[in-house]
């Protein structure tokens, strides 16, 4: 029995790698490139309960997004009806980016980055063209 155990665990394993390594056959399989309304999560979320969640985001304040509990929350960009939240990296990415804005709202964006779900990793914010 011990024997049968330790032959299914090397097989497990041995799947798992090659799973893995298939995944990483593929490294565009998740990049993506969304435009939307940059916006903390804590914010976001409530627009998203709005029947056009990024029409009334654009009038989000630069200020309420820099505010300690909003930044905590971390951001994101609601594209449509959906709210893409951020990795650490697009975070400080997104933090850098009110800091630096001119403007005081409407922050349309376009986010570059792999994507997972509701989930982006991100690797750049620019203005929206």
């Known amino acids: 029995m011990r024997l049968l155990c330790v032959f299914v665990l090397a097989c497990v394993g041995a799947l798992s790698v090659e799973l893995a390594s298939a995944a990483d056959d593929k490294p565009d399989a998740g990049k993506a490139t969304v435009t939307g309304v940059l916006i903390d999560q804590m914010c976001g979320s409530k627009m998203c309960e709005k029947d056009t969640p990024e029409q009334a985001a654009a009038s989000h304040p ?25 990795d650490d990296n697009g975070n ?14 409407n922050f349309r964006v376009t986010v570059e980055g792999n994507r997972h779900g509701d989930q982006m990793d991100v690797t750049s914010i620019k203005p929206a063209a």
């Open 62 to 86: 630069k200020a309420c997004a820099m505010k300690d509990a909003c930044a905590k929350s971390g951001y994101g960009v609601i594209v449509g009806k959906e709210l893409v939240k951020f």
């Open 92 to 105: 400080k990415l997104a933090k850098e980016y009110f800091q630096n804005a001119k403007e005081d709202s």
